[in-house]
């Protein structure tokens, strides 16, 4: 299914779209003006801005709007001259359009409004009817008006030619103003309202729509020749109505209703391809006479309004013999407005939160839903926060939103372990900090130029796969970078949001990357770490509250999930379902005392308590299973083993563990075992036969001879994979997400590792730094990474998008616990 | 950072300092020295005073040693409820240690269950590990587990393995996608102030309109009197494992976070102390 757009404004007018596919509100691309209404369709949406002036937003598409002008040039023969510019005096004019009734100079042509160019200069068109003429172009005939052939012959007395030129539409993707050149004694007062809709009554011209609009008066207005080719439409035509209109709603076929301040609702009849204006209204009266009718929206053959008193109601009956319908039916839940889009989908603003709901199963069978249901989707400006509440135990996406497919895919995947065999690239995360650019560097346009290099060298560095030899495939860690003095002298945090502000806009522009929303999106997500770091600055709730939603432009299907209800995050089942329940606010105020609460208790409960002893003793626990293990001798093959893994508390309190694998050799019991805190990496093996993993000490990666384990499925092997990793990283005394200056590499499948590097790497010749380095999985697959010693971490992606990490750790398998 | 994975480590690794003394009638050969311990928050009273009892012991003459019991300033503990439960309602705001008097004798059998071994409160806990998942998925979840989970669950509380208990019980807090949480919410609310031993009610967390229903919405529906009218001053406090947490809190996620190993949300009501 090709994604659609939701469309709404928020208090403070500020235009947002949500894609069926994505799972963020972005803002509108053309930002500048501030909105009160919008109705959207497919290919466009018109509003009314904070000036009451209405603009059309033309959605950039593959088909460019162009209009051929044209004009005939005409010429008379007389014996003097030949072919010459003098006509007889009852000839038409020299210039004229086709049927020469009308005088059209080459220099008449004006472009209809400033959202308009011309694609050249005027020429002659040398082709009549698909046959090419002699040259010049002209066609003859014996007088005018008459049949032209392209053959001069002896009695040609009159000839004429076309002239040419292409004029387009620019003005797409940018709100452009609709100008008026009538007498503006007739023009509309201010706009007060606006509908579009109308695209299936006929197909002919191509793009033909509706738009309707109330003017502040209680007028309504009907614009004409709205088309592809002529997205402005030409003027205003004034419909009478019966009363004062306040707000008006445009199906996408035959319907349309409109509200009267008496609240009643009015209809209009006789819509239809010959005439989508439609003849005369009649009247519906308001569900409660106490209430009057508010809003209303209509779709296909569905009505639902508003009353005074926020009450939702479904018209009953509606279709196109009976467009007035026959009953009202009330729902559930108070709304401030309602919209319906296409497949006769339904939205609302709720009264109280003033989120957007989604009213759930509808379908044609049951027009009137089954329950409200609310888009938790966050803007992308708030990622941040809905990014640090849940980015916790794996990888969490805040990316783009392409990518947000795969974290959908993620999470459903997730959902299910059993069945998915192959994960899906989950994207990197975490890093818990602000990033270093932030860097505080006083001069904020340097700051960002660094920062559009660094997305700079990410787009352009060619992948490359010869880069390193066995499991790592490239690394890197930056070590010289921002001025990280700058940075712990100047520790204003209002300074370093602004810097993400004009970072955000700097890399926007930045001509080096091919998608340039992904910059977009990319170093809000970097915003957003700061708001994390600065969440007092950023303010609470930063959760949206909307003013309008328009859904005619949404197409949703209702076999295609949508990922607006879930607050977007890629994390493991458990914590997945828990963030259904996050919303950025939310999350703000309880989660935050919850934290600060618990961390408080711990203080109170334990800290003059530590001496006491613990009621219960660290015990060993061993955790037994069955795996396969690739034997060390030939011929080498998979055998079943026995496996324990031991966990003991050693005498200083810490935790140790030993890996034991158990195999029968000439019918005698062995085994080899590994002390993990000697264990340098922990790999997955992809293999379509097992599900196996690697497992590296120092002695044998010099061996070339890893520990090779196999499971019988895969839920099996990611168990087995968490609980050595975490036996690792407790060996190695490992905790929380990476610091800023662990080491980041990617393996040549595209896993990722970090390893934390120690004073001891560069102490003495007698070991080497590989052998002490213990490399740790974080979640996701990516082709290339790049860090720095602030903690800034970005990876490209094997779809070639680019990716932040915005802290957090486990991933993959880690995930759960 | 602090992640929800935390929520979960600090809810296990909560400890009470506490001081134990023998109740002053009990007979002891020579004095009873106090004795302190952490208890976990998470667990029970007679799973993890083994060492306590032994202290005791030592002291007392064996014919006069018979079933142990606790008891905080004239209320016998009931070993069956989270000790971290026992504690925020009858000692939230009091001066640690948590003194608590250990008595041999004069059972109290009207307030207290008898425990006679580890399989008492083993098959105790997993009553309310089943309870709690037929509220949650109608039970399905702990019924197409295997035994050998079950001991996990069971051994992961007993040995105070958060791992080896979280690697089974994450399962338990899973729901379907589509759904946006259990079914009901496992849930029981105590009250310092009543007779009646808790409130246990059948509670969605999700609201008919699909909201997510908050901790005051479970209060309001559940114990009014727990919630401050709006005009007045707030007298109580809604304690779950030492903390309030804001009644804005989702019910859902509380229940995934904030649950006792037994799955339950014990939830206390106290007065607010008066300073």
């Given amino acids: 299914m090709p994604s659609s757009l939701l469309w709404a404004v928020d208090i403070f007018g500020r235009v947002y779209t949500l894609s069926t596919v994505g799972q963020y509100w972005e803002l509108c691309k053309d930002a500048q003006l501030e909105f009160k209404r919008v109705s959207a369709v497919k290919q466009c949406c018109w509003g009314i801005a904070c000036d009451h002036q209405v603009y059309t937003y033309v959605l950039s598409g593959d088909v460019p709007i162009r209009y051929q002008e044209e004009t005939y040039e005409n010429q008379r023969w007389n014996p003097v001259g030949g072919f010459c510019e003098k006509l007889l005096p009852s000839d038409r004019w020299q210039w004229s359009d086709v049927s020469g009734l009308k005088h059209q100079q080459l220099g008449s042509f004006t472009l209809p409004s400033p959202h308009w160019e011309w694609e050249s200069d005027w020429y002659v068109d040398e082709n009549i009817g698909g046959e090419p003429t ?38 797409r993707d940018v709100w452009a103003k609709i100008v008026s050149h009538a007498d503006p004694d007739q023009l509309p007062d201010p706009f007060n309202d606006i509908s579009i809709g109308g695209w299936e009554i006929t197909d002919e011209p191509l793009g033909r729509l509706s738009v309707w609009a109330v003017s502040l008066q209680g007028r309504v207005w009907y614009r004409e020749n709205v088309c ?52 005369s209204w009649s009247i519906v009266e308001s569900p409660s006479p106490e209430n009057g009718i508010m809003h209303v929206s209509v779709g296909v053959d569905v009505v639902w309004c508003v009353t005074k008193d926020r009450k939702v109601w479904f018209r009953r009956g509606v279709n196109s013999h009976n467009p007035c319908g026959t009953s009202w039916i009330e729902m559930v839940g108070e709304m401030m407005m309602v919209t319906v889009g296409l497949n006769n989908q339904v939205w609302g ?24 249901k609310a888009i938790v989707s966050g803007r992308e400006s708030d990622r941040s926060q809905t990014g640090s509440s849940t980015s916790l135990l794996s990888a969490g996406c805040f990316f783009t939103d392409d990518i947000q497919n795969q974290t959908n895919a993620i999470i459903q ?39 559009a290099e660094i997305l700079a060298n990410l787009t352009l560095d060619p992948l490359d796969s010869n880069r390193g030899e066995g499991t790592v495939a490239s690394i890197s860690n930056e070590k010289a970078n921002f001025e990280m003095d700058k940075s712990s002298t100047n520790p204003n945090p209002p300074a370093e949001l602004q810097w993400t502000n004009i970072d955000l806009k700097e890399a926007q522009k930045h001509p080096v990357l091919s998608v340039s929303t992904l910059a977009e999106t990319s170093s809000l997500s970097s915003l957003g770490m700061f708001s994390v770091g600065a969440e007092e600055q950023y303010g609470a709730d930063e959760h949206p509250l909307w003013a309008w939603v328009s859904g005619g432009g949404c197409l949703v299907d209702l076999h295609s999930p949508l990922k607006w209800f879930t607050a977007p995050s890629g994390l493991s089942s458990s914590v997945q379902s828990l963030s259904l329940s996050i919303s ?34 660290q015990s060993v626990w061993v955790k037994t299973g069955t795996l396969q293990w690739w034997r060390n001798w030939k011929p080498h093959k998979w055998m079943d083993v026995r496996v324990a893994l031991e966990q003991f508390t050693g005498s200083d309190g810490m935790r140790d563990s030993i890996l034991f694998i158990y195999y029968m050799y000439h019918e005698e019991k062995k085994y080899i075992h590994v002390f993990l805190n000697e264990v340098t990496i922990i790999v997955e093996v992809l293999n379509e036969a097992k599900h196996s993993f690697a497992l590296y000490t120092p002695e044998r990666t010099k061996q070339r001879w890893p520990i090779r384990l196999a499971a019988t499925t895969e839920q ?80 490209v992606g094997y779809d070639h998008t680019a990716w932040v990490y915005t802290g957090g750790y486990g991933g993959g398998f880690i995930q759960g616990m | 950072m602090t992640d929800d994975k935390d929520v979960l480590r600090d ?102 269950l008898h425990c006679h071994s580890k399989d008492v409160i083993e098959a105790h806990f997993m009553a309310c590990i089943k309870e709690a998942d037929a509220l949650k998925h109608k039970s399905q979840v702990i019924n197409e587990m295997q035994k050998k989970d079950h001991k996990q669950l069971w051994m992961g509380l007993q040995n105070d393995k958060f791992e080896q208990f979280w690697a089974i019980n994450r399962k338990l807090m899973e729901y379907p996608p589509e759904e946006n949480g259990f079914r009901y919410i496992p849930f029981r609310i105590y009250q310092a102030t009543t007779e009646r031993p808790f409130i246990q009610k059948l509670f969605r967390p999700i609201a008919s309109g699909g909201q997510l229903r908050t901790l005051g919405d479970l209060l309001k529906d559940v114990c009014p009197n727990a919630v401050t009218p709006e005009d007045g001053e707030q007298k109580t406090q809604v304690m779950i494992h030492g903390i309030e947490p804001m009644l804005e809190t989702p019910i859902q996620w509380l229940s995934e976070h904030m649950s006792y190993p037994d799955n339950f949300l014990h939830i206390s009501i106290i007065p607010r102390p008066t300073d």
């Fill in chain 1, 349 to 372: 603003i709720g009264c109280d939160d003033r989120a957007i709901y989604f009213r759930q199963g509808v379908t044609p069978s049951e027009l009137s839903g089954k329950t409200w």
């Fill in chain 1, 134 to 171: 002699e040259k010049g172009g002209w066609t003859y005939a014996i007088d005018f008006p008459s049949t032209y052939t392209k053959d001069k012959k002896w009695n040609s007395c009159v000839r004429r030619r076309r002239w040419i030129r292409y004029r387009r539409y620019k003005s």
């Fill in chain 1, 413 to 451: 995947g997730d959902a299910d372990t059993s069945s998915d065999t192959e994960l899906p690239s989950v994207p990197v995360n975490l890093a818990n900090t602000p990033p270093a650019g932030a860097a505080a560097s006083s001069s904020a346009n340097s700051t960002a130029n660094q920062t």
């Fill in chain 1, 716 to 795: 099996e092997m990611h168990d087995w994979l968490s609980l050595l990793n975490m036996s690792c990283c407790e060996s190695r005394r490992l905790q929380g997400p990476p610091s800023h200056h662990a080491i980041w590499s990617v393996t040549c499948k595209g896993d990722i590792f970090v390893s934390e590097p120690s004073p001891e790497l560069e102490a003495g010749p007698h070991l080497m730094p590989c052998d002490q380095m213990f490399w740790r999985q974080v979640g996701g697959h990516l082709r290339l990474i790049e860090c720095n010693n602030r903690g800034v971490v970005w990876g």
């Fill in chain 1, 228 to 279: 592809h080719h002529n997205p402005e439409g030409s003027t205003w035509s004034l419909i009478t109505t019966p009363g004062e209109v306040v707000q008006i709603s445009c199906g996408p076929y035959d319907l349309l209703w409109a509200t009267l301040w008496e609240g009643q609702a009015i209809v209009r009849d006789g819509i239809d391809r010959n005439n989508p204006q439609g003849i």
């Fill in chain 1, 584 to 617: 950025p606010a939310q999350t703000a105020a309880w989660r935050k005392q919850i934290f600060q609460q618990l961390s408080e208790r711990t203080k109170r409960e334990l800290e003059n308590f530590r001496h006491y002893e613990q009621a219960i003793e």
């Fill in chain 2, 11 to 112: 809810v296990w690794f909560g400890r009470i300092p506490t001081c134990f003394t023998l109740y002053q009638d009990e007979i002891t050969e020579r004095e009873a020295e106090p004795y302190y311990l952490l208890l976990p928050r998470i667990s029970y009273l007679t799973l993890v005073t083994d060492k306590v009892k032994k202290h005791f012991q030592k002291v007392m003459k064996q014919d006069e040693v018979s079933e142990i019991w606790f008891e905080y300033e004239g209320t016998p503990l009931k070993w069956h409820y989270p000790i971290g439960l026992l504690f925020d309602l009858h000692a939230s705001n009091t001066a640690l240690p948590w003194c608590i008097t250990v008595h041999f004798k004069n059972f109290p059998e009207k307030d207290l």
